[in-house]
């Protein structure tokens, strides 16, 4: 049974940081595309950042580039998501998910198979 368990979110001011993290059991995390999205309020869920196998493939939203950066260690079967310069419309819950449907694209959400349960980010101006 495949289970993915986010931590790391909470409060901060805006310009902080924090760094999420996603332990994965069930299945290997270097070999399939493990992604974070993220969901606010009133708003649709929305990729942010996803990587495959120790970085050989990765992409960034727009609106992330350059203040988040995605990562992984295989040895603790685990996905992390370190975010800098974080901004009051960075507050959402975070989500972590893994393994892409056949044909799939790591920026849908709805072609990612397993999902955690979220973890709330909220940043205040």
């Known amino acids: 049974q495949v289970q993915l368990v986010e931590s790391g979110g909470g409060s901060v001011q805006a310009g902080g940081s924090l760094r999420l993290s996603c332990a994965a059991s069930?299945?290997?995390?270097?070999?399939?595309?493990m992604g974070w999205f993220r969901q606010a309020p009133g708003k649709e869920r929305e990729g942010v950042a996803c990587?495959?196998?120790?970085?050989?493939?990765?992409w960034n939203a727009d609106s992330v580039k350059g203040r988040f950066t995605i990562s992984q260690d295989s040895a603790k079967n685990t996905v992390y998501l370190q975010m800098n310069s974080l901004k009051p419309e960075d507050t959402a819950i975070y989500y972590c998910?893994?393994?892409?449907?056949?044909?799939?694209?790591?920026?849908?959400?709805?072609?990612?198979?397993?999902w955690g349960q979220g973890t709330q980010v909220t940043v205040s101006s």
């Open positions: 998910a893994s393994e892409i449907t056949s044909g799939g694209s790591c920026r849908r959400p709805s072609d990612f198979r397993y």
């Open positions: 069930g299945h290997t995390i270097s070999d399939r595309w």
């Open positions: 990587i495959y196998s120790y970085g050989y493939g990765t």
